[in-house]
């Protein structure tokens, strides 16, 4: 059997292999960012990477703005959410009130789904101590 066989698609050409060379390109670069700034779960900038770099450059780059809208939009409500419980409780009743715009903001924009992921790292996830570890 071949490698076109084993993944059930053509493998031929130049276009794979740059795509995987800028994928590690992509991984490599995030590591040494985030070993370099001590950050201790740098493990998300890597995971980050392998999301965002798609088939071509100019998909990476739409895909990777309309997540840092996303991400952005989710940090706003999550620090709104997160400042309302301290200020009435009521967290579910608080979380469910935040996410029910960014449910349909992902809706009408799927790519801006991020805006979800953040709202749920920053208001479920505890957090304990300085982000980099100082």
Do not use: K
């Amino acid at each position: 059997m071949n490698l076109s066989a084993i993944l059930g698609a053509r493998v031929d050409g130049e276009a794979p292999w740059r795509q995987m060379v800028r994928m590690l390109v992509s991984v490599i670069a995030c590591w040494v960012v985030g070993y370099f700034t001590e950050l201790e779960e740098s493990v998300w900038a890597l995971i980050t990477s392998l999301i965002v770099t798609q088939s071509t450059i100019s998909q990476t780059i739409t895909t990777a703005r309309d997540q840092i809208v996303g991400t952005i939009i989710g940090a706003l409500f999550g620090t709104a959410a997160v400042t309302l419980r301290l200020f009435y409780g009521h967290y579910w009743l608080v979380f469910a009130a935040s996410l029910t715009p960014i449910a349909f903001i992902a809706s009408v924009r799927p790519s801006l789904r991020f805006a979800g992921v953040t709202l749920m790292i920053i208001y479920l996830m505890p957090s304990h101590g300085n982000p980099t570890g100082r």
